[in-house]
């Protein structure tokens, strides 16, 4: 289990500010099974059940179905399953080169 910050984007719309979130990663039953919650404040648009993309503070990304939402008096937390895999980010493409760019 991590804590991470990141957010969640509906589409274009980035659904609250970064937000804390646990992640939960079970490579025991399979390596692509990941879940977690997410705390955002009171007032950001979360729908449950629905698509999210989860984007990560490390550059990590994929795509979720929030699968709970509880409110509380000053916060949202919500619950979430991995749809795929929680992809890596790739370096070629942040830094517009073909490789890694290590000698």
């Known amino acids: 289990m991590q804590q991470i910050t990141g957010h969640l984007r509906r589409g274009d719309a980035i659904v609250g500010p970064d937000a804390d ?9 399979d390596p692509g099974s990941w879940y977690g919650s997410i705390v955002l404040p009171v007032g950001a648009e979360l ?3 629905g698509p ?3 984007e990560l503070a490390d550059g990590r990304h994929g795509d979720v179905t929030m699968t709970r939402v509880r409110l509380l008096e000053s916060a949202q ?3 979430f399953t991995g749809r795929g895999p929680l992809r890596e980010p790739s370096t070629a493409l942040r830094h517009g080169t073909g490789g890694s760019g290590a000698t």
Do not use: K, N, W
């Open 77 to 79: 937390v919500g619950a």
């Open 52 to 54: 999210y993309q989860l």
């Open 47 to 49: 729908a449950e059940p």
């Open 21 to 29: 979130i646990v992640l939960v990663i079970d490579l025991s039953t």
